[in-house]
């Protein structure tokens, strides 16, 4: 399969147009307060994450497999030392060359977005939660590693928070999700509170649906509160950017019980007041380390 039929413009692999569609995401991924030296490594990380998620996404299903393969030679490459095909991922070289991170988080995104080909639909939670460990998890432990602070506490810690973000992007997709034909939400969990597959296609949630959401954003919750200790001991700059994933799952929770439950009416989103002060919330926790980051 030729590069070029990646579906994502050559345009969007542009630091400016990268950073500009970063900033309409639900939680920091390269704050303009940060140092370009590390906002330009998190931007190369969002620019390969996106890539993956429009191709599992975006390019006719037919082609997605091998569209995914050619990621994964062009990942193959950048470990190996040679040159990638792909721009994304001439850029990601550079953060993989001077931040030492491994290809395990990368090829994780890319096992996720290659499940969500077969599977469309998670019987139990810890089945989601499996999921979330190659969908999200990984995405912490890149952040970590860019920053110089991935020792083994702080990746479990980091996982508790990326997956709890995770949980909540599908609460707030619930029905974006049902209209392309996938539902994250557990399958034991909508049959408990009796609600039908017809549910997920209202105009707004009713209110055995919004008892789910409740669920498993409630969880969501107390999963931030366990791995918000993550930002303990980090160096100011990555405390700076971790905080902004912790303070950003509390503000869309909050989203989400501001909006009753109903994920399907509009998506609930934090605001900006919200964000901002769930963000200082977390940084005042502890002083930072005088670490690296």
């Not at 704050?31 to 993956?52: C, D, E, K, Q």
């Not at 912490?140 to 991935?150: D, E, N």
């Not at 509009?266 to 005042?284: C, F, G, H, K, Y």
Request: charged residues 30%; aromatic residues 6%.
């Amino acid at each position: 399969m030729a590069a070029q039929a990646v579906p994502l413009r050559e345009h969007e692999h542009d630091p400016r147009t990268l950073e500009a569609a970063a900033a309409k995401e639900n939680f920091p991924v390269a704050s303009r307060l940060l140092p370009s030296r590390y906002r330009g490594h998190l931007l190369a990380v969002y620019g390969f994450a996106r890539m993956v998620d429009d191709i599992g996404d975006e390019a006719p299903p037919g082609e997605r497999p091998a569209l995914l393969d050619e990621v994964e030679r062009d990942l193959d490459r950048v470990y190996a030392g040679g040159r990638a095909r792909l721009p994304v991922m001439r850029r990601l070289a550079e953060t993989v060359r001077d931040r030492g991170v491994p290809d395990g988080p990368f090829r994780a995104l890319v096992q996720a977005n290659r499940q969500d080909q077969e599977v469309a639909r998670y019987g139990t939670f810890d089945e989601l939660m499996a999921y979330c460990a190659l969908s999200a998890d990984p995405v912490g432990h890149i952040v970590l590693y860019v920053f110089g602070a991935a020792t083994p506490a702080r990746l479990a810690l980091s996982d508790r928070v990326c997956s709890a973000l995770q949980i909540l992007e599908h609460c707030q997709d619930a029905g974006e999700d049902h209209a392309r034909g996938r539902v994250y939400l557990p399958a034991d969990d909508l049959r408990r509170f009796g609600c039908e597959d017809g549910d997920l296609a209202a105009r707004s949630a009713p209110t055995r649906l919004r008892g789910v959401i409740a669920l498993e954003a409630g969880r969501a919750r107390r999963m931030i509160a366990e791995g918000e200790p993550v930002v303990d001991g980090l160096g100011p700059w990555a405390r700076l950017a971790v905080s902004g994933f912790v303070g950003g799952g509390r503000a869309t929770y909050a989203a989400i019980v501001r909006d009753a439950y109903d994920v399907l009416g509009a998506r609930p989103r934090p605001r900006p007041a919200r964000l901002l002060t769930e963000w200082l919330r977390v940084l005042a926790r502890t002083s930072p380390a005088n670490a690296r980051g």
